[in-house]
């Protein structure tokens, strides 16, 4: 059965959201992933895997694909530790196009002077945009 509404409320009908409110607003996929140690997805929605293409390089790919390839990105990985502090963070591979409705490559870079890239413990990704 199909139930269709235009807006959704709470029980005293002084709070109500429009459903297209609801659709633009939600996550269409993420991932939690280990880059350290055993390397793999610990949690997601809507991610079928994950691939290490070498250090702090990664490629997930999504169930149900995004309608195009300008959907938004945003992501958050832990630094690793060590005697001098620095950040990693993340940003798309782009030499390589890997950017699709259902992949993106990213890799983990560092912070620190002389550093490139390197394998985070933590990573998670969330993909917003429209389902195909």
């Known amino acids: 059965s199909i139930l269709r509404v235009n807006t959704l409320t709470d029980a005293s009908s ?20 280990k880059g350290t140690d055993t390397f793999g997805i610990q949690d997601s929605f809507n991610t079928t895997s994950a691939t290490d293409n070498g250090e702090g390089d990664y490629t ?3 169930a149900n694909a995004l309608s195009n390839t ?3 990105t945003a992501g958050i990985c832990s630094a690793t530790t060590g005697g001098v502090g620095h950040y990693n963070f993340i940003c798309e591979n782009v030499d390589d196009k890997v950017r699709t409705t259902t992949t993106l490559r990213t890799w983990i870079l560092n912070s620190q002077s002389g550093q490139g890239s390197n ?14």
């Open 119 to 132: 394998d985070a413990p933590d990573y998670s990704m969330t993909f917003m945009g429209d389902l195909a």
């Open 60 to 62: 997930t790919v999504r």
């Open 70 to 72: 300008t959907y938004a």
């Open 14 to 33: 002084n709070n109500s959201t429009a459903m297209s409110t609801i659709n633009q607003g939600t996550a269409k996929s993420w991932v939690y992933l």
